[in-house]
């Protein structure tokens, strides 16, 4: 239902407040977002307080003439069923709709975010309010997409008050029938936890000491759920009284709080709000890995990036701001990764509020004088020259599993180690774009089979219909790498016994014994075979017993050197890898290069200061080109046959870039991967701030 070609090209805009500032100001507005060649914006986020100054008195009026003059001016409208951030009046009429901490403190009025998601007559006030706008601007010719709420379980993704420990028993019945089940699902041997009504069981609130592991893993899947039916609640509303203006609400990405696997099933197109840290070593890899996952989520459907911030957030202990050029090279690493939107937080900057010190296309400056706003109205431009890129595919040959299941039971307490699992995702995530891969994010319970390579950084939680279905992908051809302390629990948390991991003991063609953590600043070391190529392991390392499964790589130290690291098997058609510790990056990408070869998926090898991917357009392929390194760069290894698409000039061979400068170059047919690398970088040094230095 979501359809691109009503939004007249790339969509391009950002979250517009026009209730912070006088009319006047609007005027300015919508002539600089003409300028800026802004075409949708996201509108009426925060304004409940506005739009119902009291329960049951509306006020539109102002929104009228808001979306009249939005509609007189070319710009389309996001429009937002307003109620991210109930009114005080209703938090205070109701003071148990606000929301209560794990340690039993409610939440007091003054900030945003305040409902408790199980209230029901915050809802129903919600509810009427999304029916009132929803017919008010239901037909308005500005509308284009419905934003539904704003970044759910962003502050408040758990609400441990009565009313939710009631939903939550609701949940748990549904979920297990019998309390006999449950008992047995949440292992209440152990403790004496064993329940004997259904009104004994609460949510994981403060304890003594460690919670039930299940409960507290059953509570997290139900407060995503819990949240998922208060947005459902509201999407009812508009599906009935607008059943053909598509739904989104904008995600944070890998945010725990939101299985956006489960949540996207209900949107229209998926949206995104992406705050990679520009002081970070590596901010167009922490964006794309949340790119790639929005693009992931509903099958390879393009996506929209909602949020981002134009220089400096307000909310960071110190607020790096965005180089000259890194949003415009970000943008384009969102283009690459099947963005049909680039849009912002927020259109003008705050003179008041917790945020005002939060970066906007327009700055406190003004727009004539103002850095920023130049490169907002470039890209702009730019942007209206890349209508093509609308229609791209991102092709993948390998994906990496990611489930929100798995995150929550791996970081619950009491492990071996305390493990992490975005950082151990990201540096599979980092090897595999270093080896020029587009990369899909997979859920277990997808179908596996367009892949030639899938990648289990560490799939703790591993339900039996997952590994079923793994099982039949290897044994069908595929190739999988398997990341140490995978496929050690079921669904319910409870350990597979018999040597671990005990459902994929047959696909990777071993068992473990026991598990080797090494203290702080303990390491240990292993040795590929014929290769001699070796890396210092730290964190994680095990006793491995082959069966069957060849050893790639051996320990080096301890009661266990000698003993296999890492290991491949052969399974049916495909092929299984094993990574028994925790192997730095370069570790990683050598096993990676290894699995994809075989597989015969070509890789190369790009510099860290390159971005390159390819996706499939009309025609032929585009290879994007990204200087993520704010000095000037030469490639080599450009494959020939290629025009610059923003150009138009034939390239190929060496190919320059600026500082934070793209290049996107179109091929007729299919593209090689480039055998890419950087022979010149100029000399300017690298600044403070300067991502790589
Ligand atoms: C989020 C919110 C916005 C704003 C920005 C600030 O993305 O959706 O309302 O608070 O963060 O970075
Ligand atoms: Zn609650």
Redesign the pocket.
Known sequence: MFDLRKFGGLIYGADYNPEQWPREVWREDVRLMREAGVNLVSLGIFSWAQLEPRAGEYDFAWLDEVMDLLHAHGVNVNLATATASPPPWLSTRYPDSR??TADGVRLEVGARQLY????RPFRDHAARLVREIARRYGTHPALRLWHVNNEYGCHIDQ???????E?FREWLRARYGTLEALNSAWGTAFWSQRYGEWAEVQPPRRAPTFANPTQQLDWRRFSSDNLLDLYRSEVAVLREVTPDVPVTTNFLGFLPGVDAFRWAREEDVVSLDAYPDPGGPHPHLDAGMSFDLMRSLRGGQRWILMEQATGAVNWRERNVLKRPGLTRLLNHEALARGADGIMFFQWRASKAGAEKFHSGLVQHVGPERSRVWREVRDFGAELRGLAELGGARVPARVAVMFDWNNWWALELDSKPAALKLLPLVRKWYAALRQLGQNVDFVHPDADLGGYDVLVLPNQYLLAAGAAQSLRAYVRGGGTVVVGFFSGIVDEHEHVGLGGYPALLRDVLGLWVEEWAVLGHGETNGVCFAGTGERHDVENWCEVIHPQGAEVLATFERDFYRGGPAVTRHAFGAGRAYYVGTDLPGEGVRDVLRRALTAAGVPTTLVPSTLSVSVSAVEGGHLLHLLNVHPTQATVLGVPAGAVDALSGEDVGGAVTLEPYGVRLLRYAGEVDLPAVEVVEVSATPPGPGDPLR
């Open positions: 929301p209560v408790c998601p199980s209230h609400c441990f008050c009565g009313l939710c420990a939903a």
